[in-house]
Each structure stands twice: as C-alpha cells, then as structure tokens.
C-alpha cells in the first residue's frame, strides 16, 4: 500500500521556535511576486515611489507670429472701437506661432510623448508592486499572532524593519537556529531501528535536509555530502542497494540528493511494503495468520467461536523478529522461509514471499542460518503413560 505524506500546514508565528519556517515560507510567498527584496532584511532596497505624469506642452506659452498678432489687433478694434487699450494676443492653435514658436512646440511635445511613454510604464510597474505588497502584508497579517502584528508591523514604518522588528521581538538568534537544524539533520540520519519503519524515517529525513538547507547547515549545502551520509545510514539494513549506488549513483553529480531518496523508497517499497493503518483489523478476521499475512479467506462468526492461529511453543520469545520476513517468531517456524510447515489453509502474501526469496538468495549469513534450521533435531523419546492397566511380568530366575 502506498504510504500517504501530508504536507507541512501554514506556519503562524507564534514565537521563536516558528521563526525560520515561517520567514521561509514568506520567501517562497515573495519570490513570485518579486517583492522578496523590499523584505528581506539582508537588502537595502526600498518599494517603488508612485510616478508624477507630465505636463503636456501648451501652445498659448510659446511665441505668437506678427500676422496672428496684427489680425487679432484689427478685429478686436471692429468688434470694440471704444476700447482704449487692446489685451495681448493669446495663441490657441499651431498656426499662431511664430516660425521659431512652432519649432519650439513641436520639440517640447515629441519630448512629452517620450517621457509619458516612460511614465506609463513606471505607473504600470508601481501598480504591480503595489498589488503585490497588498497580497503579502495580507498574508503576513493571517500568518502572524495578533498581538505581534500589532507591535510590529506598524503602517507607517517599511516592510523590512516589520522582519527586523518581529525577529527581534520573538528572540531569534541565527546561530542558535543553525545548531538546532544541524542537530535534527544529524539525529535523522542515524540508523533505523526498526526496518518496517523506513518510510517514517525517510520522511524525516527529507525534512531535516530540507530545513538544513533553509537554514544554512553546511552538511546540507552539496548533495555530495548529503548522498555520503545517507549512504552510511542505510548500509545496515540496505546492502544490496547500497552497494549499487555506490557505484552507480554516489560519485555522479547529476544524481541529486531528491533523485537518491527517490530510488531508496521505490527499493524499500519492494523490499518492506509500507504497512497499512488497518492491518490490525484484518487479523480478527479468523484463519492461520503470522506478521503481515493475510488471514484465512472463511471469517470468524460469533463473539465466542474460537479462531486457527499458530501454536506457539511455551518458551519462544515472542518480541523476536524472524531473519527471513520480520515477523515475531523464530527463523525456525517461518512459514515463509519453509512453507512445508504451514496449514493447508494459509494463504501466503506474494510481496512478502518475493521478499523472503530474494532475502535469503542475497544474504549469505541468513542461507546459513535456514540450512540449520533445516537439520532434523535429535528427539529423546518420552514414554507416555496407557490409560490401560499394563500388566505385570514376574520375574523369571534361572534354572
């Protein structure tokens, strides 16, 4: 059954132990939207100021020709010839200026037209950035505790210093983040207690690399080193495929470190199948049943009928795990590993066989240790007594 991964919810900053995701997940919030600079605290640059558009040229400031001048002059004296003293002329179209007029207007407004095509393009550039830095102050005002909100992130004061502020305010220190993320990075790579659990591990694994490099953890920074230190911890339990990647994988630079977890979980799902949350339930269900084995096809019917289940000898150790296929139960009374000893009944899971075979077919120590058991073990006979009376025999003497 394929192993179901939830992924990491929202990060709310609470306090300091949420800092280092939650200013990573406002990153990745950021980059998109390209405002990752104006909030980044190791940055100097500001948001954008908004654009002024220009002014457009007017033609009544600029030099009116004699002729407009003289035509204005002669109909304003028809039109009022009580008038002692006739108002300047005022040019309102092209025609009125002067040769030296029009040349002037025509500069200043292919002037005009260039930088209004600039500031358009400055305006469209201010909206998007102010779209932007309203989708993140939105989304750092869901993603961080009410009261820190308040005392931190005052509208008045620039994005930056609201990170600066609320870093300094929940008590965070860079080193001490690094030193944790370095301890978990280190505390998942250790070996796997128990094999069945890989995927468990796996998982943390992948997180605690995944934080390493959020966080700056040098082992985390080159897959190299990465690949060399999962290789170490799998050793143990994974021989056969940590020897072919070994030589297939660890020396190549374009196998990632992604790519290797990858080929582990496809090889530990052959291996160990991840276990499903409902087995325990299959086994009420009646019928000869061992460590991850199907149980009998006829179910169990009543409260007190009574099931098929293996006899266990009175002085086996049930938390022993079998060699060949990790049940709680000697090598010697697998059924897997011998399936002569089984019921008729049983009903052997392909996976687990498949798994036994190839086992036992690549682990040298594990082949010895079936042919042992394989031995016939010599039996002292026990006489048992007949619910028959035995009858007696007198003794005989020599003549």
């Known amino acids: 059954m394929t192993t179901q991964f939830n992924r990491d919810q929202t990060v709310v900053l609470t306090d300091q132990s949420q800092y280092v995701k939650w200013i990573a997940q406002l990153e990745n919030k950021c980059a998109p939207l390209r405002v990752w600079h104006i909030f980044d605290p190791k940055q100097l640059a500001q ?39 006739v108002p300047p002329f005022v040019p309102r ?67 930056r210093e609201w990170i600066i502020t609320l870093k300094s305010t929940v008590g965070v220190r860079t080193e001490d983040e690094l030193v944790k993320a370095r301890m978990r990075y280190h505390n998942a790579l250790k070996p796997m207690r128990v094999v069945t659990y890989w995927d468990t591990w796996l998982t943390e694994v992948d997180h605690a690399v995944t934080e390493g490099k959020a966080t700056g953890v040098p082992e985390c920074l080159t ?79 009543g409260k007190g009928r009574p099931y098929q289940k293996r006899p266990r000898p009175p002085d086996e150790n049930t938390s022993q795990r079998c060699k060949a296929c990790d049940g709680f139960h000697s090598l010697s009374r697998c059924w897997y590993a011998f399936p002569d000893m089984a019921p008729e009944e049983w009903q052997p899971r392909e996976h687990i066989t498949r798994k036994v075979k190839d086992r036992i077919s690549s682990t040298p120590d594990l082949q010895d240790d079936v042919r042992l058991a394989k031995r016939p073990r010599a039996r002292t006979s026990v006489i048992k007594k007949s619910q028959s009376a035995t009858p007696a025999i007198e003794p005989t003497s020599e003549d």
């Open 93 to 159: 179209r092209v025609s009125d200026l002067s040769n030296n007029g029009k040349v002037s207007y025509k500069e200043d407004v292919e002037d005009y037209k260039g930088r209004f095509e600039a500031y358009k393009m400055k305006e469209s550039k201010f909206q998007r950035e102010s779209t932007a830095l309203a989708q993140v102050t939105d989304f750092i005002r869901t993603t961080v505790s009410a009261h820190l909100f308040a005392n931190c992130c005052k509208a008045d004061k620039p994005y």
């Open 223 to 301: 897959d190299q080193f990465i690949k060399a230190d999962f290789v170490s911890s799998v050793s143990k339990h994974f021989p056969t495929w940590t020897t072919s990647f070994i030589v297939h994988g660890l020396r190549d630079a374009t196998v990632t470190a992604t790519e290797m977890f990858l080929q582990f979980r496809q090889n530990a799902q052959l291996m160990h199948p991840a276990k499903s949350r409902f087995n325990n339930a299959a086994f009420v269900a009646g019928g000869p049943t061992l460590n991850n084995e199907e149980p009998d096809s006829k179910p169990r019917k």
């Open 47 to 85: 948001s954008l100021i908004e654009p002024h558009a220009p002014d457009r040229p007017e033609i009544d400031g600029y030099q009116p020709s004699t002729a407009a001048i003289n035509a204005y002059t002669t109909q304003y004296q028809v039109d009022h010839p009580d008038a002692a003293d």
